[in-house]
């Protein structure tokens, strides 16, 4: 199981999402959908994992996994609250219990379509995309990073995300977008306002 802090952070442009997700609207992203967004979100290499290994001329690997993943993502609660209200919104949700949401969203996609077993779950980011890393037996990228690997340049987001690992499905047009209906979220969920 992976270590998660005592609580993590959403930030909202709007309002009524943030509100929306307290009472247990829980809006995922699919990856792939995050390569070409217009705005502060896009990262043209998401969902691939891209790594240099140590050797006498190091070894480039890159994978992409067949599985699909949606995220939801949030940041570590130490993460600087004023930076990311400023890229992200202004309305803040404070998940004060990570691992409670974590189970909530596991019954919720556990009888969805697209669901795999043990197909949800939480996950750090790992900040070092096209870097220098130890190489394995393989030389292959750590498959784990096809959904949690960003550039260095990301950093300050501290990131940890929700994931929804689905289904290989080659004939599916994918949904950007999927939305898990969640119990109300109020008991470990707090809604403010970032004020500079």
Known sequence: MIET?????R??????????????SARFGILEYYREIEDVRRDASEGRSSVYFRAPHPIYSTVISL??????STAHADADVS???????YFMVRINSPQELLARI?????NHELAQDDGAFIAPVEYTKDELRDADASYLSPVY???????????????????????VDVKRVWESHLILTLPDCEDICTLSTVRE
């Open 5 to 9: 802090p005592n609580s993590l952070l």
């Open 11 to 24: 930030y909202f442009k709007k309002e009524e999402h943030a509100c929306q997700f307290v009472s247990g």
């Open 67 to 72: 599985n699909r993943y949606y995220i939801l």
């Open 83 to 89: 930076y990311l209200a400023r890229k992200y919104g």
């Open 106 to 110: 596991q019954a919720a996609w556990q």
């Open 145 to 167: 990073l096809t959904y949690s690997q960003k550039h260095r340049s990301y950093e300050e987001d501290r990131e940890y995300r929700y994931l929804l690992k689905c289904k």
